[in-house]
């Protein structure tokens, strides 16, 4: 296991987890997470994200924005918001320890003066506690390159032209075209022409936007584990337009290139297949670094984790048990 | 919706109990399979690591375990009635679940002895019993696995369009447990 990993958490302010201790242990490189809908799947990744982004101020405020501009860029077309306290102000309180380090941001307002209160140590002892006027905040973007998070809308042009930089510097560019080629073999190359992501087709170049969502969300995933070296990817809906028989190739290189490099992945179905392809894919290759983490709610409503080694995802799957919850 | 694990030893089990419960006009999505693979899995803590998880989350409300009763002479330790309920009430002890599990043996109900397969033997007339005891002695086959396939495979080609008699008394017991954890 990489030091860098996060083997537990627990989140005790974000959303749904806001009323109760959350905790989730035994994590490994590949994670998949089921439950049924409204339980808190993609919220439970989101705090993740956060976590593992918070290595300063301006990293963890980056990443609290990422969040809720994801969640609300849909909402905010035709009335763009050029306000990033918007976006931050949308979440009230986090926090959440782990392995790792001790997250936690809360927005408050005493005598009509708003304050941010940022806290994180680091597992090295290194604390930074501050709190802030909301009128002297001044927000600094600071994204942190390998922490990617791939939405359930999939990636835009700059997101997948931001990754593909780490495909360039590590020269895999015939490695990509031959992964995508698999996918879809009329697809001839992948390139990024200017800023636009383009395949080239009986010799002619094409938008991705042009294709299909699941050939983007596919070239993200790769691009992704490449940017994401020693760091984490995050994917929500990962068989979000993927055909049914690419299912197994797209574990096989999950598994493959997260080990190749030290990525740390989250990722959510609802899919049986899915959840069958990753289970059948991880014997294949004997990979038994991988956990299905099922959210569930308890007798008294509390959301719980369930936490699924090889054995036992294995077992289940081949005793035919429903393990994405009831 | 109650949900209950039945955990068996194998998958003629698991196809009994998915029947009878079909029979018995419960959801079959109430019921929760674990097959263990053998009776000497039932008495091992390990075994239980998946059914805890769900136990210990609220997801399973009632916990069936179902085991051959055996012979006593074939093994003196787990084999036999009491020795299979005596093993069965102390791992259930030691899992902590005594509050939310249920047991039944499976055997012959006039021996106490046999598993699964007996008991189904013990639900058909005794001529046709007879054959397929006198086929199994005649074949020589040894050991008690394969005798095991050998009835489920003679019951099924003698009786392909009914495959058990559930109206049987010898049902009895099994039925009113599985009614009363499923109401």
């Known amino acids: 296991m990489n030091k860098h990993f996060l083997t537990e958490i627990q989140i005790t302010r974000f959303k749904c987890f806001n009323y109760f201790h959350f905790g989730m242990s035994s994590l490994s490189r590949v994670n998949l997470i089921g439950g049924k809908n409204n339980i808190g799947k993609t919220a439970l990744m989101e705090a993740?994200?956060?976590?593992?982004?918070?290595?300063?101020?301006?990293?963890?405020?980056?990443?609290?924005?990422?969040?809720?501009?994801?969640?609300?860029?849909?909402?905010?077309?035709?009335?763009?918001?050029?306000?990033?306290?918007?976006f931050l102000d949308g979440t009230q309180t986090y926090q959440a320890a782990s392995n790792?380090?001790?997250?936690?941001?809360?927005?408050?307002?005493?005598?009509?003066?708003?304050?941010?209160?940022?806290?994180?140590?680091?597992?090295?002892?290194?604390?930074?506690?501050?709190?802030?006027?909301?009128?002297?905040?001044?927000?600094?973007?600071?994204?942190?390159?390998?922490?990617?998070?791939?939405?359930n809308f999939g990636w835009t042009d700059n997101e997948l032209t931001s990754a593909y930089r780490a495909i360039q510097k590590d020269d895999q560019e015939a490695n990509?075209?031959?992964?995508?080629?698999?996918?879809?073999?009329?697809?001839?190359?992948?390139?990024?022409i200017g800023n636009k992501p383009q395949c080239k087709i009986n010799g002619e170049y094409r938008d991705l936007v042009e294709l299909g969502d699941g050939l983007r969300h596919y070239i993200s995933i790769i691009c992704a584990l490449f940017a994401c070296k020693d760091g984490y990817l995050f994917v929500d809906e990962i068989d979000n337009g993927i055909h049914y028989t690419q299912l197994d190739r797209l574990w096989e290189l999950i598994l493959t290139l997260s080990k190749q490099t030290h990525c740390q992945l989250f990722a959510v179905t609802h899919s049986k297949e899915m959840l069958e392809s990753f289970a059948r894919v991880a014997k294949?290759?004997?990979?038994?670094?991988?956990?299905?983490?099922?959210?569930?709610?308890?007798?008294?409503?509390?959301?719980?984790?369930?936490?699924?080694?090889?054995?036992?995802?294995?077992?289940?799957?081949?005793?035919?048990?429903?393990?994405?919850?009831? | 919706m109650v949900k209950t694990a039945i955990l068996v030893?194998?998958?003629?089990?698991?196809?009994?109990?998915?029947k009878l419960i079909g029979h018995l006009g419960v959801d079959g999505n109430q019921a929760i399979y674990y097959v263990l693979n053998g009776k000497s899995n039932f008495f091992k803590t390990e075994k239980y690591e998946d059914l805890m998880l769900e136990v210990g989350s609220g997801q399973i409300d009632q916990v069936l375990f179902v085991v051959d009763a055996d012979d006593v002479t074939n093994d003196q330790k787990n084999g036999?009635?009491?020795?299979?309920?005596?093993?069965?009430?102390?791992?259930?002890?030691?899992?902590?679940?005594?509050?939310?599990?249920?047991?039944?043996?499976?055997?012959?109900?006039t021996t106490q002895t046999g598993n699964l397969e007996s008991l189904i033997l013990s639900a058909i007339p005794e001529p046709h019993k007879s054959c397929i005891e006198i086929f199994i002695s005649c074949s020589e086959f040894k050991s008690k696995d394969s005798h095991k396939a050998i009835y489920n495979q003679l019951y099924k080609l003698a009786y392909p369009d009914k495959p058990f008699d559930y109206a049987h008394p010898h049902f009895e017991t099994l039925k009113k447990k599985l009614i009363d954890i499923f109401k």
Request: hydrophobic share 35%.
């Open chain 1, 100 to 151: 790792l380090l001790f997250t936690e941001f809360i927005r408050s307002e005493v005598d009509a003066t708003k304050k941010y209160t940022f806290r994180i140590i680091h597992k090295s002892k290194e604390i930074i506690d501050k709190e802030i006027n909301a009128n002297e905040l001044s927000i600094i973007v600071e994204q942190i390159n390998n922490i990617k998070f791939i939405d």
């Open chain 2, 80 to 109: 036999g009635y009491e020795n299979t309920e005596k093993e069965l009430t102390k791992i259930i002890d030691q899992l902590g679940i005594q509050a939310i599990s249920s047991t039944y043996i499976m055997c012959d109900p």
């Open chain 1, 48 to 86: 993740c994200y956060i976590h593992v982004h918070s290595k300063s101020i301006n990293s963890m405020i980056t990443a609290i924005i990422n969040i809720k501009y994801a969640r609300e860029c849909l909402n905010i077309v035709g009335n763009p918001v050029d306000n990033l306290v918007y």
């Open chain 1, 284 to 326: 294949k290759l004997d990979e038994r670094d991988i956990s299905y983490i099922t959210l569930v709610k308890d007798n008294k409503q509390q959301i719980k984790a369930l936490t699924r080694n090889y054995d036992m995802l294995l077992d289940s799957i081949e005793q035919e048990r429903e393990v994405r919850g009831w």
């Open chain 1, 176 to 192: 990509l075209n031959a992964f995508i080629k698999e996918f879809d073999e009329s697809i001839e190359s992948f390139k990024v």
């Open chain 2, 9 to 18: 030893e194998g998958k003629n089990d698991k196809e009994f109990f998915q």
